[in-house]
T-cell receptor, first 109, second 117 residues
Framework: KQEVTQIPAALSVPEGENLVLNCSFT??????LQWFRQDPGKGLTSLLLIQSSQREQTSGRLNASLDKSSGRSTLYIAASQPGDSATYLCAVYTDKLIFGTGTRLQVFP | DAGVIQSPRHEVTEMGQEVTLRCKPISGHDYLFWYRQTMMRGLELLIYFNNNVPIDDSGMPEDRFSAKMPNASFSTLKIQPSEPRDSAVYFC???????????????FGPGTRLTVL
């Protein structure tokens, strides 16, 4: 059974720091991996999607990497801002999306 | 496009009552998904549809839960009778059909927060 774990569960950093969120999964037979952002009381917003054949994807200050063989992905956020404060979820797609429990990020001024 | 639309945004009901949650997917999307999010179990897929046909309902917790998609622009998730442990946020999402098994990005609605007293 596929299990997705995210570390750390919560993170609080000052504005301007570069930070890394980690995601690990137990079964490497995935089609893709996605990173989402969830703001309080809101739905999920897709940030990046990495196909299983890809190693990384970039969007603005965000960079996500995928090492399928080791079952790991990282989301790198450069020069963090208070507006980045949210919960970040990773999810792997097998025959359905399986989500991790998320990392709650707070960036303070 | 207005994105995925869900109604109501909040629902408070008493145990034993019927609850119906509604979803309008993004126009042109072939896949529709229903998820449930709780503190204990995180975000879980309940059921998904492809071209209005239910494909996988293995995540539906009990027979008290049912979902329908009568047309491409509307879906319902019904709980009858509702119980306090059904309290959660229910999300609807939709996506285009690309690749294998609909592996395109899923777009989520704002969710319905359900409280069963």
């Amino acid at each position: 059974k596929q299990e997705v774990t995210q570390i750390p569960a919560a993170l609080s950093v000052p504005e301007g720091e570069n930070l890394v969120l980690n995601c690990s999964f137990t079964d490497s037979a995935i089609y893709n991996l996605q990173w989402f952002r969830q703001d309080p009381g809101k739905g999920l917003t897709s940030l990046l999607l990495i196909q299983s054949s890809q190693r990384e994807q970039t969007s603005g200050r965000l960079n996500a990497s995928l090492d399928k063989s080791s079952g790991r992905s990282t989301l790198y956020i450069a020069a963090s801002q208070p507006g980045d404060s949210a919960t970040y979820l990773c999810a792997v797609y097998t025959d359905k999306l399986i989500f991790g429990t998320g990392t709650r990020l707070q960036v303070f001024p | 496009d207005a994105g995925v639309i869900q109604s109501p945004r909040h629902e408070v009901t008493e145990m034993g009552q019927e609850v119906t949650l509604r979803c309008k997917p993004i126009s042109g999307h072939d896949y529709l998904f229903w998820y449930r999010q709780t503190m204990m179990r995180g975000l879980e897929l309940l059921i998904y549809f492809n071209n209005n046909v239910p494909i996988d309902d293995s995540g539906m917790p009990e027979d008290r839960f049912s979902a329908k998609m009568p047309n491409a622009s509307f879906s319902t998730l019904k709980i009858q009778p509702s119980e306090p442990r059904d309290s959660a946020v229910y999300f609807c999402a939709s996506s285009l059909a690309t690749g294998v098994g609909g592996t395109d990005t899923q777009y989520f609605g704002p969710g319905t927060r359900l409280t069963v007293l």
